[in-house]
């Protein structure tokens, strides 16, 4: 196998050589580990997986339980505070103290993909289980966590040797496990959390961003109080504006400036919970947006969502007692704007809890990370699902319903729970975390993992050529509904019937939501032209509303015969 297996094996080598001079028994077992992956390599080789795989860092310090990417391509990642010392100390010396102790150790850090790079960060208080966004300026908006940090909404900007900066008093509630979404208005909606049957809106501006409102559908989904299965709810927003709000087994659209549900959606069958700790994921499917010729139609564009994984209701608790049950393997997808929606249901071809579902430019799903068996939890999982799964929407399934799925080439690291994924604009995954331990534990079961690695889709060693973009026009700044074209080259000749542009909104991932994940396909003009320096010009429209895409920071990509260019980043404005 070529590339990145290699590149992963001869790194632990060198680790090997160098460690021996110090010590020989170590030397002895790092090449029998280095053998038994040379095996491991060749048996995979047999394997016609596609994808590859590469180690990026073997410690950024900290075990990258949230994610996000900033417009300045750097990955801002973090942990909690609550459990001691991180394997990073903060710059300078500095500790952050309270009444009780004294910490030295950073729980967040910045990461670039392009150098591998690690700074740390500063956060004040625990930002356990929380939850964020990007917000429509590029700073990314960090709500809620554990004890002290339950109410602190932070924020970071993206901008050379930025640091958190800390709202102690952001929120109404404590939000601990909850969901955010970005809103049409710039706003973000934050929902839910651990014995919270509520939302509210950040940042505080109006009088309506003072009220909390009410949302017994979060009490209602509810397993059990200790057993919650419907934390970390999935949100989508719908192209009317309204928003997807997924719990459980089922979902409502929720008006959420009248504080009414105006949808009850069928509960999604084969009886099995997605959310915390039943943990499934949950993607908004590619929006694909029409030119309106006619803009008195007022009709709405269509909205799909897709459902994968997840666990029987009991799962957790069963694996309390030592007893890890299969995953669930079924996938749903509702079209949420349809008349009487009716869930689509598939069979993905391995079971899963803990999957991370993440938009691949093409707007191909990646199902990646998590286990088989087991539920989301301190210690609660079991058989670590090491392939990712291609999951392709467009495809039409055949009678056995399977050809949409395609088994893609495995990590040699479990990433349970705790672990994330995010996409890179270059077009890798950006794959981190999993630690199901109570504090960062290198010897258990499953070690606290602080490594990163990058998946590269199957696209990124196809044949085919890869088309870049040259110039976006107008440029950065996107207007609703402005005219867009795109100048691009690629080797040979356009295939004029297989171009497509798609724009993807940064997701703040973890706990296997890709929190504000939205992918859009713009509506284009007639054809590819030729332009006189012997490029590639194609032009289309920007989104036509803040309901389809709310603004904010977008990659752009161009897909030529399935394969994307790296992303342009745009920022699109009322
Ligand atoms: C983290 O630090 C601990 C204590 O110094 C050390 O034993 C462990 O090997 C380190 N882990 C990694 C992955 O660097
Ligand atoms: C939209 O409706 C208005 C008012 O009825 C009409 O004047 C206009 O021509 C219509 N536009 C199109 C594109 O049909
Ligand atoms: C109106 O728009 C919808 C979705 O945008 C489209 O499906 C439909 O064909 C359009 N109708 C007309 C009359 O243009
Ligand atoms: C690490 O995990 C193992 C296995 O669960 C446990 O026996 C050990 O006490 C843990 N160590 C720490 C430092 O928590």
């Not at 001869?10 to 021996?20: G, Y």
């Not at 170590?26 to 280095?34: D, K, N, Y």
Request: charged letters at 15%.
């Amino acid at each position: 196998m070529s590339g990145p297996h290699s590149y992963m094996l001869s790194n632990s080598t060198i680790f090997a050589m160098s460690k021996a001079a110090m010590e020989p028994k170590i030397l002895v077992f790092l090449l029998l580990v280095s053998y038994s992956s040379v095996l491991f390599n060749l048996a995979l080789c047999a394997q016609p997986y596609q994808g590859k795989w590469k180690l990026l860092k073997r410690s950024i310090g900290i075990s990258a339980m949230h994610m996000a990417l900033l417009p300045n391509e750097r990955i801002v990642t973090f942990d909690r505070t609550d459990f001691g010392p991180s394997n990073i100390t903060l710059p300078q010396g500095k500790c952050i103290k309270d009444l009780q102790s004294s910490d030295c150790f950073a729980h967040s850090v910045e990461f670039d993909p392009a150098t591998r790079a690690v700074r740390p960060l500063t956060i004040l208080s625990d930002t356990w289980c929380s939850s964020g966004a990007l917000s429509q300026d590029g700073t990314l908006v960090q709500s809620g966590g554990y004890r002290l940090g339950e109410k602190v909404v932070r924020y970071f900007k993206p901008c050379m040797d930025c640091d958190w900066e800390e709202d102690k008093n952001g929120l109404l509630s404590p939000r601990w496990y909850a969901s955010n979404q970005i809103l049409p208005d710039g706003k973000i909606i934050v929902v839910g959390g651990r014995y919270q049957f509520t939302y509210e809106f950040i940042p505080k501006a109006s009088s309506s961003d003072q009220r909390l409102y009410q949302l017994p559908f979060l009490k209602e989904t509810r397993y059990s109080p200790l057993v919650p299965n419907n934390l970390y709810p999935f949100l989508h927003l719908s192209t009317d504006g309204n928003l997807f709000v997924f719990a459980n087994d089922r979902g409502i659209l929720l008006d959420y400036v009248n504080n009414k549900v105006i949808r009850t959606y069928p509960v999604m069958p084969g009886g099995f919970s997605h959310s915390y700790p039943s943990t499934g994921s949950s993607v908004l499917l590619p929006l694909k947006l029409l030119s309106t010729d006619n803009e008195n139609n007022t009709s709405t564009q269509d909205a799909e969502v897709l459902i994968c994984g997840g666990t029987p209701p009991d799962s957790n608790e069963k694996a309390n007692i030592g007893i890890f049950v299969p995953a669930s393997k079924s996938c749903g997808r509702l079209i949420i704007t349809a008349a009487s929606p009716q869930w689509e249901m598939e069979e993905m071809p391995i079971n899963r809890v803990m999957g991370d579902m993440i938009m691949l430019p093409t707007g191909d799903v990646l199902i990646i990370n998590g286990a088989a068996k087991g539920s989301a939890g301190w210690g609660v999982s079991r058989k670590p699902v090491l392939n990712p799964v291609l999951y392709r929407p467009a495809d039409t399934p055949s009678s056995d319903k399977n050809t949409r799925f395609e088994v893609l080439s495995p990590s040699m690291i479990p990433r349970l729970y705790h672990s994330t994924a995010h996409l890179l604009s270059d077009g890798r995954v950006l794959v981190g975390g999993s630690n199901p331990n109570m504090n960062y534990n290198f010897s258990a079961l499953y070690p606290t993992e602080l490594s990163l690695e990058a998946f590269y889709p199957p696209y990124l060693s196809s044949t085919k050529p890869r088309p870049s973009i040259l110039t976006v026009r107008p440029g950065l700044k996107l207007g609703y509904k402005e005219k867009v074209s795109l100048e691009f080259t690629v080797e040979g000749n356009v295939n004029q019937g297989d171009v497509y542009v798609t724009m993807v909104a940064p997701s703040f991932t973890t706990h296997s939501i890709a929190m504000n994940q939205r992918l859009l396909v713009l509506a284009l003009d007639e054809g590819v032209k030729k332009t006189p320096s012997g490029n590639y010009l194609v032009e289309g429209n920007a989104p036509e509303t803040a309901a389809l895409a709310p603004p904010g920071f977008y990659q752009l990509f161009l897909v030529h015969e399935g394969i994307p260019s790296k992303g342009t980043w745009v920022h699109i404005k009322q």
